[in-house]
């Protein structure tokens, strides 16, 4: 039966496609053994064992996991009824990646099945709770998606947690965790073929309701399909092949998103069809893509691991998909008349005020100490100041400045659940620290907030230009968010894979950690707010008329390029400068505007004041909490916010549905 959530262009020939891709990387790995590095003469044997124990494993190997990955990427799709399903936007590779960085971080020896079971059990919980939170929307590709970004978020970063807890052995799990396909003898291939079989025939065994899954519920039902039991068979395979692969070699992103989606533009319609076409076609993209880096020369191999490589081309694919993806949105835009409003907008922020200074002296004057808690005054008070006080100061500019970028986007593009996490703008900032690190070593913290900016700027430059193609609909933009931040983190894998003090530094931007903070990190939060908030007042007529739309931009003479230009330019500086401080998991940016309208604040002017004052608060309070949750030991920052803000954006979907 067709697919019928993507159109894809009719051909006789479903599988031509199939022959010039095989064709190719025929050619490619012709050219891999031709032009291999090979050593003298006088080591042939050592030679020959480099051949037949390393790299052709490695190419056996990649065939299989691309399988694999290709026919649990089908699964998920048809099973879900969702094009953009795969285990990278699902969560079940940040589940299981997280499931095992705990069990080998506390358990180095555990045998290899082991791993495989703790992967496992790790994308299905994930796969659950993803499932669980789009439930109630009738498990909508949209919905879907932005649950699997929270759980992702939210995974990353306690795996960053633990990882920076454990030292250089995790750190060690974590450049494994990039993806690599690198073999010393022929035990991946005997693991993971007997499972890709299974698979494959557990799969066969299932066709006929996975035939009648592309229906809706209540045909499906007609024909005598049991929805849940069928739905729990089909969604456990899959989990358990992509955990298989995970276990075995590491993330390899978008490897389940690219391959039915090519079989179906290849001309591949019926569920048959798709299922032979997709695992081969999974097959063929990964072992290309593995003979071209490894052709490109040892430095690019070590450069882009195969997750990073196939990462860099899920992003494109996500976006390309975007026209073709067919749901009703995930949010809907807010009217004012929505929320209460506050009768004496003033004296609510001047309430705002004194609960941000009573954060302000909790975070300065209270903490515990080996004996219990205590107060510090006095001299103590006057001790610890010095220490306190920069990474308060920046906690509170950088959430502030999120909380402004955050209300700007969302005044911009017109979306109630645009902020500078949620539309990749924070992981932009990511990529441009990434070359920065790349190009200059250890550049000094003026350069890497000058290429953070770039990077946040860029990334916000398309995102815009994605949304006014498509109306600024919130679904194209949700999704354009999650390819931009697939492309953006592929980027920065790529570093974090070199294992070196380069991917150090950026595993300690990932946690949005502040025990660094001083002075210059203090000076540097409190001025940029003061600069680039300072001439959002003046703005405030571009922010009441852009969400209007089009035609009322226009009838009001406003030129529409121009003013979101400037307005991209200020958020894309805040969140550059936020994100260096505090990294990008927090979602401070959507929570602050959320909560200033859920109060009541009503006018532009007050909702920018209180959401400043809440972002300020509420990551003042996230970096209170983490200094004190397991003292003496410390937990990143990152870790808290996104532990408030994802919860957060789970509730505000839910309300938002049970409120229409």
């Not at 080591?43 to 190997?61: F, G, N, T, Y």
């Not at 005598?224 to 276990?247: D, I, N, P, Y």
Request: with cysteine; hydrophobic share 60%; net charge positive.
């Amino acid at each position: 039966m067709a697919d019928r959530t993507i159109a894809a262009r009719p051909t006789r020939q479903p599988f031509a496609a199939g022959f010039v891709l095989a064709g190719l990387c025929l050619v490619a790995f012709a050219l891999l053994v031709l032009f291999r590095p090979r050593l003298p003469d006088d080591e042939a044997a050592l030679d020959s064992i480099l051949l037949w124990q390393s790299l052709m494993p490695r190419a056996v190997l990649s065939l299989i996991a691309g399988a694999a990955l290709g026919l649990s990427g089908l699964l998920l799709q048809r099973v879900l009824r969702n094009p953009i399903a795969d285990a990278s936007t699902l969560g079940i590779a940040s589940g299981a990646e997280l499931a095992l960085t705990l069990a080998m971080s506390f358990s180095p020896l555990l045998p290899g099945i082991s791993r495989e079971l703790a992967a496992f059990a790790g994308g299905l919980a994930a796969v659950a709770i993803v499932l669980a939170l789009s439930w109630r929307r009738g498990l909508d590709p949209v919905t879907v998606a932005l649950s699997g970004m929270i759980i992702t978020l939210i995974a990353s970063a306690l795996s960053v947690t633990v990882i920076l807890a454990r030292g250089e052995y995790a750190m060690s799990i974590y450049i494994w965790g990039a993806g690599s396909l690198s073999q010393q003898d022929w035990d991946g291939v005997i693991s993971l073929a007997p499972r890709l079989a299974i698979g494959f025939t557990a799969a066969a065994l299932l066709i006929r309701p996975l035939r009648v899954l592309s229906l809706d519920d209540t045909g499906a039902r007609s024909l005598g399909v049991a929805l849940r039991a069928t739905r729990f068979a089909v969604l456990a395979l899959a989990v358990w092949l992509s955990a298989s692969v995970t276990a075995r070699v590491g993330i390899i992103g978008f490897m389940g998103l690219a391959a039915p989606t090519i079989a179906r533009l290849a001309g591949a319609r019926t569920t048959g069809q798709i299922m032979i076409a997709a695992p081969l076609t999974g097959a063929g993209l990964l072992f290309f893509t593995d003979c071209i880096t490894q052709l490109l020369g040892p430095g690019f191999t070590d450069l882009a691991p195969a997750g990073a490589a196939t990462a860099l081309l899920g992003g494109p694919l996500l976006l390309y998909l975007l026209p073709r993806i067919h749901s009703f949105s995930a949010v809907a835009p807010q009217s004012p008349s929505a929320f209460r409003r506050i009768r004496k907008p003033s004296a609510g922020l001047l309430v705002l005020l004194v609960a941000l200074t009573g954060v302000i002296a909790l975070a300065l004057m209270v903490a515990p100490a080996d004996d219990g808690w205590h107060i510090a005054s006095g001299a103590l008070f006057a001790d610890l100041l010095p220490f306190r006080l920069p990474r308060t100061a920046a906690a509170g500019g950088a959430g502030a400045m999120l909380a402004a970028a955050g209300f700007i986007m969302q005044r911009v593009t017109g979306n109630p659940i645009a902020s500078p996490e949620v539309l990749g703008v924070s992981a932009g900032g990511g990529a441009g620290l990434t070359v920065a690190l790349f190009i200059f070593g250890f550049p000094s913290p003026t350069v890497m907030l000058t290429a953070m900016a770039l990077g946040a700027f860029t990334s916000l430059l398309i995102m815009i230009a994605i949304a006014a193609r498509a109306q600024f609909a919130p679904e194209r933009m949700l999704l354009a968010g999650i390819a931009i931040s697939a492309l953006s983190m592929a980027v920065v894998t790529m570093v974090l894979a070199q294992g070196d003090m380069r991917g150090y530094t950026l595993l300690t931007w990932l946690s949005g950690s502040t025990n660094r903070a001083g002075p210059f990190e203090a000076w540097t939060a409190i001025a940029a707010l003061a600069v680039l908030a300072a001439p959002l007042p003046f703005l405030s007529r571009w922010l009441t008329i852009l969400p209007l739309g089009g035609s009322a931009v226009r009838a009001f003479g406003l030129s529409a390029s121009i003013s979101r230009l400037v307005l991209a330019t200020i958020a894309a500086l805040m969140t550059a400068i936020a994100s260096y401080l505090v990294g990008p998991l927090s979602l401070t940016g959507l929570m602050a505007p959320h909560l200033a309208r859920l109060m009541g604040f009503q006018k532009e002017a007050h909702q920018l004041a209180a959401s400043i004052l809440i972002g300020a608060a509420v990551l003042i309070f996230a970096d209170w909490l983490s200094r004190v949750v397991i003292y003496p030991y410390q937990v990143p920052v990152g870790l808290f916010a996104a532990l408030i803000g994802g919860p957060y954006l789970i509730w505000l979907l839910t309300r938002q549905q049970a409120r229409r």
